[in-house]
């Protein structure tokens, strides 16, 4: 099973509300990662969390919170968004220290519109 | 630092057409190299990966094999079908989680 699974699908956020999306994989990988993509862009990395830890934050604005509660699933806390940060979100997994670890398996996305 | 360059879209063929996109690289080392596709409205799905020289990829008909000699990745396959019609990322990791994209391709597949 190479599956990553995503909620929700989509999601329209006020600028002044809090949402959360959510990625979760069974896999066992022990590396999760955040992308937002653009519209006819590749994805950007946002976060890689390494066993639960962060490892990676490219320069995110605080406004987007990365959580990994445990080794299965990975949030990203959204607060005070701006119209800008609407694109398709992305998780993807990955095992860590073995032979495949460069190998990143992405989730279908939440589309977010941020008004 | 590392980059991957893709041939500029959209590639528009015809149902059973043959299919190359171009895809070459720059890094240090002896990075792997993937092919990703991405269905309209849908996340990335790999479709391919080579990790070492003269590796060839292949799935659902698509081939790429990773010449070292020429820093490229290309992707073949010998008849598309409308079901085809995608973007397609070419991609390399050289370490520390990270994957470098290219910009992406759209192929369009008329029946």
């Known amino acids: 099973d190479t599956e990553v699974t995503q909620t929700p699908k989509h999601l329209v956020m006020g600028m002044t509300n809090k949402k959360s999306l959510k990625c979760e994989q069974h896999?066992?990988?022990?590396?999760m990662y955040w992308y937002k993509q653009k519209a006819k862009k590749p994805p950007e990395l946002m976060f890689v969390?390494?066993?639960?830890?962060?490892?990676i934050n490219e320069s995110v604005p605080s406004r987007f919170s990365p959580e990994c509660p445990n080794s299965s699933l990975l949030n990203l806390h959204l607060h005070a968004l701006q119209p800008e940060d609407s694109a398709l979100y992305l998780c993807?997994?990955?095992?860590?220290?073995?032979?495949?670890?460069?190998?990143?398996?992405f989730g279908p996305g939440t589309r977010l519109l941020v008004l | 630092g590392d980059s991957v360059t893709q041939m500029e879209g959209p590639v528009t063929l015809s149902e059973e057409a043959f299919l190359t996109i171009n895809c070459t690289y720059t890094?240090?080392?002896?990075?792997?190299l993937f092919w990703y596709v991405q269905y309209p409205g849908e996340g990335l799905q790999l479709l391919l990966k080579?990790?070492?020289?003269?590796d060839k990829g292949s799935n659902k008909g698509f081939e790429a094999t990773y010449r070292k000699e020429t820093t490229s990745f290309h992707l073949e396959k010998g008849s598309v079908q409308v079901s085809d019609s995608a973007v397609y990322f070419c991609?390399?990791?050289?370490?520390?989680?990270?994957?470098?994209f290219g910009k992406g391709t759209m192929l369009l597949v008329s029946p």
């Open positions: 993807a997994s990955s095992q860590v220290g073995s032979g495949d670890q460069e190998t990143q398996y």
């Open positions: 896999m066992g990988h022990r590396a």
């Open positions: 969390y390494s066993y639960e830890k962060l490892s």
């Open positions: 890094a240090t080392g002896y990075p792997s």
């Open positions: 080579a990790t070492k020289a003269d």
């Open positions: 991609a390399l990791y050289s370490g520390y989680s990270t994957l470098t």
